[in-house]
């Protein structure tokens, strides 16, 4: 089973709007990370917000924002008043078993996000 | 602001060669890791390293490859008699701690893309 679920592989925005990526996640932990990272067509890996499963808030960092809903399993990105800059791969990640020293990321297949003008 | 760097980025060699992927990591950071991805796959975990030596590896990281930080600021990736399927990029990472919170975060350099012909 997958650990970790985009099921958008691609997706087309126009300018401004706000945008949802989708991830769903899979672990049978307590304890628990979830990161989105943004990978440009230059091929760098760009952290942009962090979940933790502890927390009560959603995470935001500026124009972006985690909607956690942990009964769900799901840890969808907002991005809000998208830009043309935005158009990227975008990554869900997971780290599992952080009480038991796991220290690897698992990774999504991805979402292309493309910002029309 | 601080930022994983690697070098090269960009490698060419022919199989059966021995490459040397280098890292400098944040310089807090206590916490080394490397990924790959090969094209239009996913990110895939390799190995990280703490305290100098590694704390966990994946079943990717076979005899052919280790690591070694040789000293207080690099950190590198040694892939002994590449094979074509090595083909990819390779990302480091580098975080201040494993935890419970946004101090887990994995920063990750520019990567570098390895070709074997």
């Known amino acids: 089973a997958q650990k970790i679920t985009q099921t958008q592989p691609g997706m087309f925005v126009q300018e401004k709007e706000a945008v949802t990526l989708d991830c769903t996640y899979d672990t049978s932990d307590q304890s628990y990370g979830l990161f989105w990272y943004k990978q440009p067509s230059s091929g760098e890996m760009i952290f942009l917000i962090y979940q933790g499963s502890y927390d009560e808030q959603n995470a935001t960092e500026g124009r972006y924002s985690l909607n956690f809903q942990k009964a769900r399993k799901s840890a969808n990105l907002v991005i809000s008043a998208s830009q043309l800059g935005d158009s990227a791969m975008y990554f869900c990640a997971m780290r599992e ?17 493309i910002i029309k003008p | ?9 960009h490698q060419v060699t022919q199989m059966g060669q021995e490459v040397i992927l280098r890292c400098v990591p944040i310089s807090n950071h206590l916490y080394f890791y490397w990924y790959r991805q090969i094209l239009g796959q996913k990110v895939e975990f390799l190995v990280s390293f703490y305290n100098n030596e590694i704390s966990e590896k994946s079943e990717i990281f076979d005899d052919q490859f280790s690591v070694e930080r040789p000293d207080g600021s690099n ?4 892939i002994r008699s590449t094979k074509l399927e090595d083909s990819a990029m390779y990302f480091c990472a580098s975080s201040y701690y494993v935890g419970t919170g946004p101090t887990d975060t994995q920063y990750f350099g520019p990567g570098t893309r390895l070709t074997v012909l």
């Open chain 1, 97 to 113: 078993g952080i009480e038991d020293s796991n220290y690897q990321l698992i990774w999504g297949a991805g979402t292309k996000l």
């Open chain 2, 1 to 9: 602001e601080p930022e994983v760097t690697q070098t090269p980025s």
């Open chain 2, 75 to 78: 950190f590198t990736l040694k």
